[in-house]
């Protein structure tokens, strides 16, 4: 049972550069995040989505796209990668039979903008 | 809105010592509480939690007992190993919906 699984797990863009993040989740789960991790500030939430077919943004969105694809996968855009988005991104995926109190994390994602 | 503080690291142990991380939240309502433990190139695993006031998670060790009177969750461990070296994590979820608020981390360091 492979939890959460995040792609790339390394990567380095250039300002202005786009890619797009990959999560994707085999719990059979409603409801997936995305958070950034930055040092001294914890994780901050950017968009989650509580079931397929919805998304909404969280404390940090701005910069960012989200996509539900299906219930499985959630991904994460940049269209315009800036120096500030320098950080470690992490997807998560809680879990309904803990009343979603327990969030299942993927390995997260090493991001560089130079 | 709601927040977690947590004490800043990091935190240097030698090993079998006594290790407490204090973590304190503003929330309105009663949220659930949980410490998340992060290993080295690793993403976040749920330590403990606890739902209610009063109630005391634990794992591995690890204690924590919702004190709603101090709005506090503490983290304890009578005796460290050197595989306890992680980042530590208190966290709040508001709603039924699993976001989740984080505190900034703490870092440990366990020294044989």
């Known amino acids: 049972n492979a939890g959460v699984t995040q792609t790339p797990k390394f990567q380095v863009l250039k300002t202005g550069q786009s890619m797009t993040l990959q999560c994707a989740q085999d719990?059979?789960?409603?409801?997936m995040y995305w958070y950034r991790q930055d040092p001294g500030m914890g994780l901050r939430l950017i968009y989650y989505?509580?079931?397929?077919?919805?998304?909404d943004k969280g404390e940090v969105p701005n910069g960012y796209n989200v996509s539900r694809l299906n219930k499985r996968e959630f991904s994460l855009r940049l269209e315009s990668a800036a120096p500030s988005q320098t950080s470690v991104y992490f997807c998560?995926?809680?879990?309904?039979?803990?009343?979603?109190?327990?969030?299942?994390f993927g390995q997260g994602t090493r991001l560089t903008v130079v | 809105g709601d927040s977690v503080t947590q004490m800043e690291g990091p935190v240097t142990l030698s090993e079998e010592a006594f290790l407490t991380i204090n973590c304190t939240y503003t929330?309105?309502?009663?949220?659930?509480l949980f410490w998340y433990v992060q290993y080295p190139g690793e993403g976040l695993q749920l330590l403990l939690k606890a739902t209610k006031a009063d109630d005391k998670g634990s794992n591995k060790g690890f204690e924590a007992t919702y004190r709603k009177e101090t709005t506090s969750f503490h983290l304890e461990k009578g005796s460290v190993q050197v595989s306890d070296s992680a980042v530590y994590f208190c966290?709040?979820?508001?709603?039924?919906?699993?976001?989740?608020?984080f505190g900034a981390g703490t870092q440990v360091v366990v020294t044989p």
């Open positions: 966290a709040l979820s508001p709603d039924s919906w699993g976001k989740l608020q």
């Open positions: 929330a309105t309502g009663y949220p659930s």
């Open positions: 719990m059979n789960h409603n409801s």
């Open positions: 998560a995926s809680p879990a309904p039979g803990t009343g979603y109190t327990e969030a299942f």
């Open positions: 989505s509580a079931s397929e077919g919805t998304t």
